[in-house]
């Protein structure tokens, strides 16, 4: 980073140097009274020392060049990072007596002032001779977000003590600090599908083969590939042709408007809005477990934000994603970095007036999925529209899942599961490990989204189960 030299403030006296400059002010009013020429030049030399320290630290100013890295770049809450800082001389003069004491946003717990190592005069070359010395220290933040680190703080004090001047050098540089991720039971969905059990026993066998279907002979296809069985069924020639099949999809719903949050009468607003925060934080990690989850049993994962799209914010209308905001997908593959990355950032919004739409108009996710999608929505505090979009987006979710927590509305929760999603309760981040075994465990009849209730429901809905196998 480029160096800047930057004073805090004007050269402020030590205690030393207030106490010199205290009694040299009583010693000239001594003499005013006595007229005494030695009382004079003791005052004198009490109150011009301290001058000369605070002239001293502000003629001369720190001329550095600081760089900073964290390790590892981005963080796990609750994890430590190392923060490592390169500080070099750019001036022509040595510098020796300085401290320096790093600062950070709230939140982190930055170093206090120490020593810095003396430097030489600028040599040139690579930041790694006598000119520059490397700085380390250890933060541990315990709660999700981004965090500016920075800048460093040099002090540098007068030979006696009697004064101190301060510069802020370097930029200010952003550590990353993701959700935990709760490891969650199982490996991944299974849904009841057409094909019958066959897909599930190929995937038990070989999880990274192919199927194979066959297909009418065409001229130039190879004989070896000749399906003589499809062949001698058929009566025509068949050939075997491989066909890859795609990753699974997957859509959370994360609820980052809060729109069903009343207004607090004046005197509980810090209080109410601290209980929402907190509960935030845990449908935060909640989204976090489950995407993680997916991604690593090769979902491609849709997320959809209730309010204005933070993971993607110029990717959409800013109303939402249930009012035609494109959801924000994620692939297997690096998706999970970016799945982490993406919510340490994200904040609970209020809502934007006039950016609601109907019912009836809106479209979850930007565009209606041809095939229904397992939908895992994670709900805080909705209020009646929300509710309604998201009971008609249950008919295109299979199954449809939300995690209740516990600022929800009881009537919300009724409208939902009149809809057919099915509500499972967290109150807290202990809960989510077994929230996920009753999201994904059988159940002996599912709710239709008529409300009726039964057999015919369950396989109308569809069921998900966690896999036998251990997670890999």
């Known amino acids: 980073m480029s160096a800047s030299r930057r004073p805090v403030w004007f050269p402020r006296l030590t205690l030393r140097g207030g106490v010199f400059l205290g009694v040299g002010g009583l010693f000239l009013a001594q003499y005013l009274f006595t007229g005494r020429r030695d009382i004079l030049f003791v005052a004198c030399l009490l109150l011009l020392v301290p001058v000369t320290a605070a002239a001293y630290v502000a003629i001369r100013p720190v001329t550095v060049k600081v760089s900073r890295a964290f390790r590892p770049a981005v963080v796990e809450a609750g994890r430590e990072a ?19 004491r790093d600062t950070g946003a709230p939140g982190l717990a930055t170093r206090g002032a120490l020593v810095l190592p003396g430097l030489d005069r600028f040599e040139g070359g690579r930041d790694d001779g006598a000119d520059a010395v490397r700085l380390e220290y250890t933060l541990m933040p315990r709660h999700r977000g981004i965090y500016s680190s920075g800048p460093l703080r040099l002090e540098r004090c007068d030979p006696f003590g009697l004064a101190s001047s301060e510069w802020v050098v370097g930029e200010p540089l952003d550590l990353v600090v993701t959700p935990t991720a709760v490891p969650l039971p199982g490996v991944g969905l299974t849904g009841a599908g057409g094909d019958g059990d066959a897909r599930e026993r190929l995937w038990r066998l070989n999880r990274n083969s192919d199927e194979l ?3 009418e002979y065409r001229p130039g296809d190879p004989l070896r590939r000749v399906n003589w069985p499809a062949t001698a069924r058929h009566g025509e020639i068949m050939v075997r042709q491989e066909e890859h099949r795609s990753n699974p999809r997957a859509r959370i719903v994360l609820d980052t408007a809060l729109r069903g949050r009343p207004v ?21 990690e909640l989204v976090a477990s489950v995407g993680v989850h997916l991604l690593d049993a090769d979902f ?23 009012r035609g905001d494109a959801a924000v997908g994620f692939q297997a593959i690096g998706g999970v970095r970016a799945l982490l990355e993406g919510l340490a950032g994200v904040v609970p919004l209020e809502p934007v007036p006039g950016a609601g739409a109907s019912p ?24 009646e529209q929300d509710a309604a979009e998201l009971a008609s987006l249950g008919a295109a979710a299979r199954p449809a899942v939300a ?22 309760p967290v109150r807290s981040t202990w809960d989510i490990p077994v929230a996920w075994l009753e999201a994904t465990g ?16 369950a396989a109308g809905r569809g069921t998900a189960t966690v896999r036998g196998e251990g997670r890999p």
């Open 82 to 100: 190392i923060v490592c800082l390169t500080v070099r001389n750019l001036s022509a003069r040595p510098l020796y007596g300085l401290r320096w």
């Open 213 to 215: 279907i066959a297909r």
């Open 264 to 284: 607090p009468p004046p005197g509980q607003g810090p209080d109410r809005r601290f209980r929402h925060d907190q509960t935030f934080e845990v449908a935060v």
């Open 300 to 322: 491609r994962l849709d997320l959809v934000e209730l309010g204005p799209g933070q993971l993607a914010p110029h990717a959409g209308t800013g109303r939402g994603g249930l």
């Open 360 to 383: 009836q108009t809106a479209v979850p996710g930007g565009n209606a999925p041809q095939v229904p999608l397992p939908t895992f929505a994670v709900l805080v505090d909705i209020d």
């Open 403 to 424: 995690f209740i927590l516990d600022t929800m509305r009881p009537a919300r929760v009724d409208t939902l599961r009149e809809a057919g999603w099915r509500c499972i």
């Open 442 to 457: 059988p159940r002996s009849a599912a709710v239709s989204p008529g409300g009726a209730v039964g057999a015919g429901g």
